[in-house]
């Protein structure tokens, strides 16, 4: 009688496992294997993206469409849904101004790098401290594209104190291009800069002291997306929400890029250099392939 019992109540609980199991489905393909990225023009948003398009592709067996765009039409183009991913988000503070323009219409995924911090950068011989020593400053300050968050606290700074250096506003390029030549003069120079960047690798810079916190505390860079974004690609999502590097990872990324004539050619170097890190990246996120009868 008691063996009875047992075994009804054993085929009883195997029933309940089954039909508990039966209703959990893995999670379905994604038909639509295109992702649209948009990006800027700096160093670090170059280098990111051309990694995960490269890894997208090759790994994960994506269709990567990228635009190049200045950071206005970026993020306007994610809240219009023209665009599905930048890499680049500098957040809380630096980008707070578009993500607040578009509020419902951006999403942040994942952090890939939580050390950013922007201000005013110059050579290491400098005589100059913190920003409040731009007094004695008379040339202009040299910066990127208007519409950078860089420039944004760059102005502010300005504003603050009072001080009536002018914001010169050019390319990443043409702003490096003046930072080499006054250290080659070992002139001054007062520059927008960002951390990560490949100057810090390749030259003796700093950031001057920023005792009023204008500029704001170290950031953290986020991919972020399009609402709807994750329903609709949630391999690469996860993808998104694993990839993180470190500040030696990124600079060594960045650098990479930059000594390539093809960003592509640089992120594949910096792939081979750290499989290890990349594979834990895109770990069990492959499509499965239909098998041929």
Not at 96 to 123: C, H, L, N, R, W
Not at 146 to 168: C, D, E, H, R, S
Request: aromatic share 10%; net charge neutral.
């Amino acid at each position: 009688m008691y063996y009875k019992i047992f075994t009804r109540g054993l085929i009883l609980f195997l029933a309940i496992i089954f039909t508990v199991s039966s209703c959990k489905t893995p999670p379905p393909e994604e038909e639509n294997r295109t992702l649209r990225i948009v990006y800027t023009g700096w160093s670090e948003s170059v280098a990111i993206t051309h990694l995960v398009a490269v890894l997208l592709e090759e790994e994960m067996d994506y269709s990567v469409e990228l635009k190049l765009a200045d950071v206005e039409t970026v993020y306007r183009e994610i809240a219009e849904g023209k665009a599905d991913i930048f890499t680049d988000a500098w957040l809380p503070q630096t980008h707070k101004s578009y993500m607040e323009q578009y509020p419902d219409k951006i999403v942040k995924i994942g952090i890939t790098y939580p050390e950013a911090k922007i201000g005013f950068v110059v050579p290491q011989y400098s005589h100059l401290k913190t920003i409040a020593d731009l007094e004695n400053y008379p040339s202009p300050v040299i910066g990127i594209d208007q519409g950078a968050g860089v420039m944004q606290k760059a102005k502010l700074a300005l504003t603050k104190y009072a001080f009536p250096n002018k914001l010169i506003s050019l390319s990443e390029k043409q702003m490096i291009q003046h930072l080499e030549d006054s250290i080659k003069r070992r002139r001054e120079i007062v520059i927008t800069g960002w951390e990560p960047h490949w100057i810090f690798a390749r030259y003796e810079v700093r950031f001057l002291d920023d005792p009023q916190n204008l500029f704001g505390v170290k950031e953290n860079i986020y991919s972020v997306g399009r609402t709807g974004i994750q329903e609709e690609h949630p391999q690469a999502i996860r993808f998104f929400e694993r990839m993180q590097l470190t500040e030696k990872q990124l600079n060594q990324l960045v650098y990479a890029i930059q000594l390539s004539d093809d960003p592509r050619q640089g992120a594949k170097q910096w792939i081979k250099e750290n499989e290890y890190i990349v594979n834990q990246w895109v770990k069990d996120l492959k499509p499965k392939r239909k098998k041929i009868m």
